[in-house]
């Protein structure tokens, strides 16, 4: 069985980009209650998924191929449940569009663009090369970087171009259709090692 050598600087990266997770989930959460915020709901729970994945990473390194494959194909269903709280979120509220405080979601969807960035360049060193586990986490942390732009922009739409909910639906809809994106690359990469694992 094909044992990976343990990795200590990938596993201590993994183990700080999580502790950053679960802090931000805890704000995000809070302010997406308090405001009635879809992309912030979406975004939070999209925190706490990452350090999910983050965690099993960290217990992961230094397991067989084999294992580490099953673990990545683990986290591409995992990239799925972000979306699925969204579409879930978006179709209650969607009969009743509420803005949210658009300085609110802009200050929210900053730090959490501030988080996701630290994550994201921290793991850029392992995205290609130590397999679909961390790859799955750089994706995680590049697309939440990206969704949390647009959260900015929908609170700056918001509060000077279209005072609705719609903006904020838009945005969580959205962040669902990246997190399939990123479950799609990291099956795909996960198959390939099982596969290679399996030869």
């Known amino acids: 069985m094909d044992q990976a050598a343990p990795n200590p600087a990938l596993r201590r990266t993994v183990a700080i980009v999580g502790l950053l997770n679960v802090g931000y989930f805890g704000v995000e959460f809070a302010v997406a209650l308090a405001i009635g915020s879809v992309a912030l709901f979406a975004d939070s729970i999209d925190f706490l998924e990452d350090a999910s994945i983050n965690l099993l990473i960290f217990l992961a390194i230094g397991w067989g191929a084999l294992a580490r494959a099953r673990v990545g194909m683990v986290l591409a269903g995992l990239l799925l449940v972000p979306g699925l709280a969204t579409l879930w979120t978006?179709?209650?509220?969607?009969?009743?569009?509420?803005?949210?405080?658009?300085?609110?979601?802009?200050?929210?969807?900053?730090?959490?663009?501030?988080?996701?960035?630290?994550?994201?360049?921290?793991?850029?060193r392992y995205r290609s090369g130590s397999g679909s586990l961390a790859r799955?986490?750089?994706?995680?942390?590049?697309?939440?970087?990206?969704?949390?732009?647009?959260?900015i922009a929908a609170g700056l739409v918001t509060a000077y171009v279209w005072a609705s909910g719609w903006p904020d639906l838009i945005v969580g809809i959205a962040i669902a259709a990246l997190n399939a994106d990123a479950a799609h690359e990291v099956w795909e990469?996960?198959?390939?090692?099982?596969?290679?694992?399996?030869a």
């Open 90 to 124: 978006a179709w209650e509220k969607v009969w009743a569009p509420v803005a949210p405080d658009p300085l609110t979601l802009g200050l929210a969807g900053l730090g959490a663009l501030a988080v996701n960035l630290t994550c994201a360049t921290l793991l850029a």
């Open 136 to 151: 799955a986490a750089f994706l995680s942390a590049r697309n939440d970087a990206v969704a949390n732009v647009a959260i």
């Open 189 to 198: 990469a996960a198959r390939e090692e099982h596969r290679a694992a399996q």
